[in-house]
């Protein structure tokens, strides 16, 4: 199945691009396709996994399906 990966501010640049579509087994789950992730674009290893899939954030356990947008953060920090 087909997933569609988005990149944010520093994983936009060690990615070289905003975006790409990975072909993903049926049942594979957001840590899965971030190890897939990691082997195409070496740079982004070591990286802590934050992700949201269809705009909500989720954990790696989460089980993808066809046609999913799974955007991977970069760690940040933040306040007031």
């Known amino acids: 199945m087909k997933v569609k990966v988005c990149f944010f501010a520093l994983y936009r ?5 905003a975006e790409a579509a990975f072909d993903t087994a049926n049942g594979a789950t957001v840590f899965q ?3 897939r992730v990691q082997e195409a674009y070496p740079g982004l290893r070591g990286y ?17 399906r066809q046609g999913d947008e799974v955007a991977f953060l970069p760690p940040f920090s933040g306040g007031r």
């Open 13 to 17: 640049q060690v990615a070289g691009t």
């Open 33 to 35: 396709l971030w190890e």
């Open 48 to 64: 802590p996994l934050i992700a949201a899939v269809n705009g909500e954030q989720r954990n790696g356990a989460t089980l993808l």
